[in-house]
């Protein structure tokens, strides 16, 4: 299964470092991703990390988020920088393959002053 922690209440231009867990075997050949859900909206990919260690982002997170991941920890990061009120929401992660594993409950982020 998949364990996220690390969100909280933060202010804007503050940082955050989200870590995912696999409880499972073979992490290391997994393309991984992070994921979010703001209220009201449809749960959407943030950045993406393939197993090679290559990463994608979204436009509205690139140059602020970094994603990496420990394969002797089993575990991807997501590194928040200079966060805006607008990334609020609840972030997941997850495979990026066409059967996903279970999603974990998530960990709330929140940007407020």
């Known amino acids: 299964y998949l364990e996220e922690s690390g969100g909280g209440l933060v202010q804007p231009g503050g940082s955050l470092r989200l870590s995912c867990v696999y409880s499972g075997n073979r992490f290391s050949l997994f393309d991984m991703a992070w994921y979010r859900e703001a209220p009201g909206k449809k749960r959407e990919l943030v950045s993406n990390?393939?197993?090679?260690?290559?990463?994608n982002y979204i436009d509205a997170v690139q140059g602020r988020f970094t994603i990496s991941r420990d394969n002797a920890k089993n575990t991807v990061y997501l590194q928040m920088y200079s966060l805006k009120p607008n990334v609020t929401a609840v972030y997941y992660c997850?495979?990026?393959?066409?059967?996903?594993?279970?999603w974990g409950r998530g960990t709330q982020v929140t940007v407020s002053s």
């Open positions: 997850n495979s990026t393959a066409k059967i996903q594993f279970t």
């Open positions: 990390i393939f197993s090679g260690g290559t990463t």
